[in-house]
């Protein structure tokens, strides 16, 4: 996926303008900033703003997005005939990493705070997983049936979504709440991978 000096310098401002809102909801809480403190916090314009993001609250969940298409760059590294679920678990290694997972936790928890937040939260939460599976799709070509992708793709997506919504007790570094029961993050991704090489 090449993409040009213009979309990188975009979605940098994106990304910067999602964190400054970000940062600002985990300080003052979503009521507490306008979007002119966005702006003047992430130093851009109103209306660079207004480019990118229809709210603030857009803005906030637009944070969890950041870094997903850096995705394509670790596939790209990976041997052409890495079995695909192999590849899958290279990503989730490196790109879904304990700090990325935690804020998209503290993300999902904010929308649970915020009703109004909530909608521009699965939004984002779909943008990513479409964009994902795409870009699984791409590497996959034509090795595996049309059905293998999906499947793949949804049996881990959810398992994470289970993990980052609590139904899992999986303890990621930077949290304080571990219980006994809690399972690490990589502990979480052996055993995930394990059940769909092996089953039970």
Do not use: W
């Not at 298409?69 to 890495?82: G, K, Q």
């Not at 990493?97 to 939004?123: F, G, W």
């Amino acid at each position: 996926m090449d993409r040009g000096l213009r979309d990188l310098k975009r979605e940098a401002t994106a990304q910067a303008l999602a964190e400054a809102a970000f940062e600002l909801t985990r300080e003052r809480g979503l009521f507490g900033f306008v979007t002119a403190d966005v702006v003047e916090r992430a130093g851009y314009s109103r209306r660079t703003f207004a480019n990118h993001f229809s709210c603030k609250e857009e803005a906030v969940a637009s944070v969890a997005f950041g870094g997903v298409d850096d995705a394509s760059a670790i596939l790209a590294d990976l041997p052409e005939d890495l079995p695909l679920l192999d590849a899958l678990l290279s990503v989730m290694r490196d790109q879904f990493t304990a700090d990325t997972l935690v804020r998209m936790r503290e993300l999902m928890a904010m929308a649970r705070q915020y009703p109004t937040l909530e909608p521009y939260v699965l939004s984002v939460q779909q943008r990513m997983r479409h964009t994902a599976q795409e870009l699984l799709g791409s590497v996959a070509g034509n090795r595996y049936p049309a059905i293998y992708v999906p499947l793949l793709f949804g049996a881990v997506y959810g398992a994470v979504m289970a993990a980052l919504e609590g139904t899992l007790d999986v303890h990621l570094d930077g949290e304080n709440d571990a219980t006994p029961a809690s399972m690490d993050y990589a502990s979480f991704l052996d055993l995930t991978f394990d059940y769909l090489r092996h089953g039970l």
